[in-house]
């Protein structure tokens, strides 16, 4: 299932707005077992981590199948050329023969009994290919890191024979619908699982939470941009600690490490180096603001406020000494409170061929001017003199 076949499911079945499960709550530990019915299903699990097998493996075993594990390629086509396994999950990354060739040789083995078995790939947080090169390669789907047991329960759920499953329809249901937001939210680097736990299992409050952090996007990401560009440390640090706990207390932990990093980032002198580590820190916020407004059906969510305006130039490049010059003419302005004038000359110079930084600079000069913000806009450009 394509991310944006599972959108549409998840809107279909939540059509209100953000609070849509109202005052339901997810039991995080409700137990979900195939024991009590005829029959058994068995899964083979290839992990090269000891770790990683083990916890996989339990997450398997606590739903009921019979579960075997082995730690490389070689030892699954051994294992599948004397056992039949319904569904095998394997590692993307191992020693000698990796997921992929395991499972090419897997089908076009002779010996293999597990031919029509289903097969997942496991694959890390962070993963260059995109999703469609392994449903080219023959995988049935992807189970991504760290694992969630929710989302391992609905794929045996949805490959096992009805006649197996727990005549409980309720626990079934919600089953499915968690490891589909869970599955959402993950393609947005967001742990759904993790930060449920923090709101006890309550939906709507952390709906509520999530919903507050997309609202607060906007303006707290341009109120760092001036924190940045005027170099006050201990404001832009005070931010980026609260961002951080929110992004934990959400989940997002990936986008919480970043915030973090901008935390020791402001704690020197300047912050030359979090100026030049921005764009990173944005990227991953916008993609975590973006899969929650999505999931959230928030359609008033703005965000690319903090990337470079495009805009036509007139295809001149100047030099840093034309650039000081010019940035002193504005200042000068600005100096004998002739305000106009200077926004006439910050339209000037944006006409020309900047650099990404100092384009980014000269937008939110413009922001500064358009909020009246005219000393966040003489820090700047004094910055620039610097």
């Known amino acids: 299932m394509s991310l944006l076949d599972r ?3 998840v809107r279909k079945r939540d059509t209100a707005d953000f609070v849509g499960f109202d005052d339901k709550k ?4 409700k137990e979900f077992n195939l024991y009590t019915r005829e029959g058994q ?13 083990m916890e996989f493996e339990r997450l398997v075993d606590q739903t009921g199948c019979f579960v075997t594990s082995v730690g490389s390629g070689i030892e699954c086509l051994e294992q599948v050329s004397s056992d039949k396994f319904d569904l095998i999950f394997i590692s993307r990354i191992m020693p000698r023969m990796d997921g992929i060739q395991t499972l090419r040789n897997l089908k076009n083995s002779p010996v293999s009994k597990s031919k029509d078995a289903k097969v997942y790939i496991l694959l890390d947080e962070k993963v260059e290919e995109p999703d469609i090169y392994f449903e080219n390669e023959g995988f049935n789907g992807i189970v991504r890191k760290p694992y969630d047991r929710t989302i391992i329960q609905n794929i045996i759920i949805e490959n096992v024979p009805e006649r197996m499953l727990p005549d409980d329809d309720d626990l079934i249901e919600d089953i499915r619908e968690y490891a589909e937001d869970a599955a959402v939210l993950k393609a947005c680097d967001v742990r759904y699982l993790e930060g ?5 299992g309550d939906v709507a409050a952390y709906k509520t939470e999530a919903s507050e952090f997309c609202d607060i996007y906007e303006e707290r990401s341009a109120n760092l941009l001036d924190a940045m560009y005027t170099n006050k440390n201990v404001e832009y640090r005070q931010q980026v600690r609260d961002l951080r706990e929110r992004a934990r207390k959400l989940g997002a932990i990936y986008l919480g490490d970043c915030f973090d990093d901008h935390v020791n980032m402001s704690k020197d002198d300047s912050l030359d180096v979090a100026e030049s580590n921005w764009q990173s820190l944005v990227t991953e916020w916008e993609k975590v603001i973006s ?3 999505k999931w959230l059906e928030k359609e008033s969510v703005q965000i690319g406020g903090t ?14 000494r034309d650039i000081k010059e010019r940035v002193s003419d504005i200042l000068a302005d600005l100096e004998q409170n002739e305000v106009e004038a200077a926004i006439k000359k910050l339209d000037k110079l944006s006409d020309y061929e900047l650099e990404a930084e100092k384009r980014r600079k000269v937008d939110q000069i413009k922001k500064s001017f358009d909020k009246d913000k005219i000393n966040t806009a003489v820090d700047i450009l004094k910055g620039m003199l610097g």
């Open 41 to 53: 299903y068995y899964v083979l699990v290839v992990v090269p981590d000891v770790q990683e097998r």
């Open 26 to 29: 997810i039991e995080l530990d």
């Open 7 to 9: 959108f549409e499911k």
């Open 196 to 200: 449920l736990k923090n709101f006890k």
């Open 307 to 320: 990337e470079i305006l495009v805009r036509k130039t007139n295809g001149i490049k100047l030099s840093e």
């Open 291 to 293: 899969g929650f407004a």
